[in-house]
C-alpha cells in the first residue's frame, strides 16, 4: 500500500491494468478458440457434402427399379435405400 498526505492510504493503480490486460487476454483467447472450431466445423460440413449421393435408386410403379439423379426426385416417389439391406423409403417434400 502507498500513503498520501494525512494518513490516506491509496491502492496502486497497476492492478487495473492487470485486470485490463487479463480481460484483452482472454477475449482474444475465446476468439481464437471460435475461429478455430468454425474452421473445423467448417471443414466437416464440406466432408460431408462430398459423401452425399448423386443419385438415388427409384422404383417405378411397375416395380422395376431405375437408377435417377437426386435432381430428379419428386414429393411421393418411392426410393429403395440401401443401407446394408434393401429398403424402401419415401419423400415427403
Known amino acids: 500500500m502507498v500513503q498520501f498526505g ?3 492510504l491509496q491502492e ?3 492492478i487495473f491494468f492487470e485486470t485490463s490486460a487479463t480481460i484483452i487476454t482472454l ?3 475465446g476468439n ?3 475461429k ?3 474452421k ?3 471443414s466437416a460440413i464440406e466432408d460431408l457434402t462430398k459423401l452425399q449421393a448423386s443419385t438415388a435408386r427409384k422404383i ?5 427399379v431405375v437408377t435417377i439423379s437426386i435432381r430428379e426426385i419428386e414429393a411421393g ?3 429403395q435405400v440401401n443401407e446394408g439391406r434393401p429398403d424402401t423409403g419415401r419423400r415427403n417434400r
Open 6 to 8: 494525512r494518513g490516506h
Open 12 to 14: 496502486p493503480d497497476y
Open 27 to 29: 477475449v482474444f483467447a
Open 32 to 34: 481464437l478458440l471460435e
Open 36 to 38: 478455430r472450431s468454425v
Open 40 to 42: 473445423q466445423t467448417t
Open 60 to 64: 417405378m410403379p411397375s416395380g422395376t
Open 77 to 79: 416417389d418411392l426410393l
